[in-house]
């Protein structure tokens, strides 16, 4: 796999794969962090029915705060790349600055936010007086590390769009195989039952973050991180903000349909139901995850050479990804609707949340 994708010359057939593939196992990786803390979860004894639930309804909040990311990484990324596709260096550095500006600034207002308000958001949100405990438990210490997890998934953007995608990958890459060895040590070993889990994840996506840290402010990077003369440009901020608030839309709207879900699963079906959202959304965000990275990869081919006026291959990135995708969401509709159980047993083998979920 190259190190360096050439957006402006490489053939759009294998480069827009080049792209699309290591961020796909990014993304992958990244659900990784949530759906690893579910799968071990589900099996602590006794009490895994209940703390799968508990972590359900904290999942809705924790895409919301996710979104913020998207808002900044992928409003501010296609904005880079058009301006590394116009040779505008100076444009793209102020880019990338104002965009680190706000990823730090909106995980210190979330954080506060969101402990502030803590209970009335998780008993609003479908929690019960039974699964309150292990949603607090888990939301707390998962909460307190917002700025690695708005870090991490926000500049990976900005390293996936200058064409070092199989460098996205490692950042989460990381992370995640740290979440996945930490995550039986914290929960069984330890004991600390889903706050280990939320201590596993924060330690693993503050590794993804200080790697992509790493990236940007070395040698390798084709733009870094700089300060040098900085001051927040507010004209760049809302040219930002304004790209990217259709992706931030679509996952804020996304998590007030799995609120809506939970709240009324908790008065007509009880603790088992929402269990059985949250594993139906887990098997879902998996699902979804390669059209995201089809899109990505499109996504920093398109912004580059439309800066750099070639709008031929502007187009040609647009079938492909459209081609590509299209045939990927068949085939996973296909996959889920003949096999259902397959995907639910990933998670849970209780025989009543089985019944329950197909």
């Not at 796909?24 to 004894?45: N, T």
């Not at 730090?104 to 008993?123: E, G, H, I, K, N």
């Not at 998996?286 to 439309?306: K, R």
Request: proline share 3%.
């Amino acid at each position: 796999m190259k190190t360096v994708n050439h957006l402006g010359t490489d053939p759009i057939g294998k480069l827009v794969p080049r792209i699309a593939f290591p961020s796909m196992l990014a993304q992958f990786v990244s659900v990784l962090y949530s759906i690893v803390d579910r799968m071990y979860i589900g099996h602590i004894a006794s009490v895994g029915d209940l703390a799968l639930a508990g972590v359900g309804v904290c999942g809705p909040i924790l895409t919301m705060i996710g979104a913020f990311s998207s808002l900044i990484g992928v409003g501010g990324a296609p904005l880079l790349g058009i301006r590394l596709g116009e040779k505008n260096e100076k444009e793209a550095s102020r880019i990338l600055a104002n965009a680190f500006l706000m990823l730090v600034s909106l995980s210190l207002v979330l954080t506060a936010a969101a402990l502030f308000l803590t209970r009335p958001m998780l008993m609003a949100f479908g929690a019960s007086t039974v699964t309150y405990p292990y949603a607090r438990a888990y939301f707390m210490i998962y909460v307190s590390g917002s700025v690695f997890a708005l870090l991490s998934t926000g500049l990976n953007q900005f390293v996936i769009c200058q064409g070092f995608a199989s460098e996205g990958m490692k950042s989460v890459l990381l992370g995640a195989v740290l979440n996945l060895l930490l995550d039986p040590v914290f929960i069984f070993v330890l004991h600390l039952g889903v706050r280990g889990a939320a201590i596993a994840t924060v330690i693993s996506q503050a590794l993804s973050a200080l790697w992509v840290l790493r990236f940007l402010t070395g040698r390798q990077a084709e733009l870094k991180i700089g300060f040098r003369g900085f001051r927040p440009d507010f004209a760049c901020i809302r040219r930002i903000a304004a790209l990217g608030v259709s992706s931030f839309v679509m996952s804020f709207t996304d998590s007030l349909v799995q609120v809506a879900c939970n709240a009324t699963l908790r008065t007509f079906g009880g603790d088992i139901y929402i269990s059985v959202m949250t594993v139906l959304n887990s098997v879902r965000q998996i699902a979804q995850t390669p059209v995201m990275a089809i899109a990505d990869g499109a996504t920093a081919v398109i912004s580059f050479n439309y800066g750099a006026k070639a709008y031929e291959r502007v187009r040609g990135a647009i079938r492909f990804m459209t081609q590509l995708a299209f045939g990927y969401t068949a085939l996973s509709w296909l996959l889920i609707s003949l096999f259902p159980s397959a995907f639910i047993r990933i998670f849970n083998q209780d025989a009543v949340l089985l019944r329950a979920a197909v």
